[in-house]
């Protein structure tokens, strides 16, 4: 049998749970630039093989993707956060309210709306940290709470708008030539990334996710840790509002509902478990990533455009990856627990 | 065996490596994108089925899609997918006038016409608004029907939503205005809110009832008000003798118009307003319908008049017993 040799340190990388995904990634893409990419009656080159696709993709991730970010250490501590599209929805709503009802600039409205995000992920961490509630539970009450709050604060009618083209720049053009907002996307991803893997917070995240109790027992300010996770998805979730606001131009009660399960699917197909104490941020981003170009492909493909059913079959599509990408994280344990019991049950022969 | 997904993955981005960038030449049909509020929404399927009829009689390709439910949102990633895609034409029924603009302004800076249907845009993001029904039409359509049903005299009543709400008013405007003006004989005795409840609706209709013996027509001018006033006039035992007409859609009424206690539903013609507005895109599209035209001829559904810009659908469509079982929305 072989075993792990050094000729295979590149391979182990490529088959640790990034190195597939990434594969899969190329795999979509390049499917995707074969067949979505078409010329028009004008011979202009259109769909999925244009920069601006790309940029619009790249776009389309970023609340997502911040949610996602945002998720990634939480879930490392075997916690969830089902409240972040809602918390999402409250800011917007809160952000366009201290804007145009209160008549405050757009800098200081959108610091209200960070703090909105805050005490929104503050009221997250106190339950569960001081109250020792499961954070399934208390994120599902706030999951409805926050969305129903920034429903009956506009009666579910009234939506902000007209905003200042100086707001909007953030999320409609580019700045240095990628989509402004990409920019504060990736320097959350910077800053997640080094939070999880450089620091002995992310250490500490892992230790909980594994065993709270032995976290604990190691003399680890375990309540603190895990109330700083939640306050850290409050604030994204607010940075996410914001994003939001500004690419649509209008802030809804219905702004960002769903986008905490495509976030946490974002999470799980990046490789962390959902049990906790594994995962990275190059997973997630490349979940995000795996996702979005997925969607904004399938958009592209002209079969799919007859059948005018890009949504629903994106839907699907990401389904099956996700179980597929659970499948295969299991298969080779499986795989091998089977060739042990499978050769152990013949005498060995040595060669 | 381990090594097999990986190789498959190589050999398989390589196969497609090599034959991109292929690049399929497209359709050369001009394309008309089609964006309704919600896809999964009988009202938008039956302007859909209108669409369909036009796309085939001008040959040119017909995309549909938009949210399953009503997302502005989504609208917009539609919209921003096709502005890649390189559509001729988007046609919108827009959720929310607004946020959708944007999406549409940029569409426009890419050189793709903008024509409104159902629900309007920001006047500077699309060309044309297709517009469905006017208040004027609206009231006058309801107050001819009342008078054809009751030869012209006699006491009737009205059901609104509210006494507030501005379109409500807007009608109810344009029927005194129509009241006044042709049918002397006909007297206008209460108008009562139904808070756009259909229990409600079937309450006041009671009570209006036993409060006037000689009421001849009862008129609902919103869509909860039509089945509720119908309600009361079959519990009443008053078929017939009562009639009921109001502004609504058709499925919530059709069991009452083929019983006899509805005689009139009036709302607009959903497949006349897909077929209009696929033509008036695809006419914009080819430079051959100009802001500033007075009037704008459509298929076989002749010519409409252009107020602004907007175009009108014209009067309202009446649904009775005779019609109202093709239509599913």
Sequence with gaps: ?351 | MKYLPFRLLLALSLAFAALAPAVHAADQKLVVAMLPKAKGNAYFISCKAGAEKAAKELGVTLLFDGPTDSNAAKQNEIIENWITLGVDVIVAACENKEGISTALRKAQKQGIKVVTYDADALPDSRTFFVNQATPEGIGYSLMDEAARLTNSEGEFAIITASLTASNQREWMKYIQARLTEKYPKMKLVLTRPCDDLKDKAQSEATAMMSANPNLKLIMAICSPGVPGAAEAVKQAGKTGKVKVIGLGLPNENKRYVHEGVTDSVILWNTMDLGYLSTYAGVAVAKNELKPGAKSFKAGTLGTFEIQGDNILLGKPFIFNQGNIDQFDF
């Excluded at chain 1, 104490?277 to 997925?294: C, M, P, Q, Y």
């Design chain 1, 1 to 351: 049998m072989r075993t792990a040799s050094t000729n295979s340190a590149w391979k182990s990388a490529v088959f640790s749970h990034e190195g597939i995904l990434f594969l899969v990634l190329v795999a979509e893409w390049v499917f995707f630039y074969h067949f979505g990419t078409t010329v028009n009656r004008h011979d202009v080159v259109v769909g999925f093989g244009t920069i601006d696709r790309q940029f619009d993709i790249l776009r389309h991730s970023c609340e997502i993707g911040l949610l996602a970010l945002a998720l990634t250490p939480i879930i490392l501590t075997a916690g969830i956060d089902l409240s972040v599209g809602s918390l999402l929805g409250l800011c917007a709503i809160l952000f366009g309210m201290l804007w145009h009802d209160a008549g405050l600039s757009i800098p200081v409205a959108a610091a209200g709306a960070l703090v909105v995000g805050a005490l929104g992920g503050g009221l997250n961490a106190l339950l569960i940290t001081w109250l020792r509630l499961p954070p399934l539970i208390v994120t599902l009450g706030t999951y409805s709470l926050f969305r129903g709050l920034a429903e009956a604060i506009t009666r579910g009618a009234v939506t902000y708008t007209d905003f200042p083209a100086s707001f909007l720049f953030l999320g409609q053009e580019r700045w240095y030539g990628l989509p402004t907002q990409a920019w504060i996307f990736l320097a959350v991803a910077a800053l997640v990334g080094l939070l999880v893997h450089r620091t002995t917070y992310g250490r500490s995240f892992r230790a909980i996710g594994f065993s709270p109790e032995g976290a604990r027992y190691a003399g680890l300010p375990v309540g603190r840790r895990l109330a700083l996770v939640y306050l850290i998805a409050g604030v994204v979730s607010a940075l996410a509002a914001l994003i939001y606001t500004s690419r649509l131009g209008q802030a809804k009660a219905d702004a960002g509902t769903g986008y905490e399960l495509f976030a946490i699917t974002a999470v799980v197909l990046g490789g962390t478990s959902i049990f906790g104490g594994v995962g990275s941020v190059t997973g997630t981003l490349l979940g995000v990533a795996a996702i979005a170009v997925l969607k904004n492909g399938l958009a592209c493909l002209p079969v799919v455009m007859r059948m005018n059913g890009a949504e629903e079959l994106s839907g699907m599509l990401t389904g099956a990856l996700l179980l597929l990408a659970l499948t295969g994280s299991v298969l080779p344990k499986y795989l091998s627990n089977w060739r042990a019991s499978h050769h152990s049950a013949r005498p060995q022969t040595p060669t």
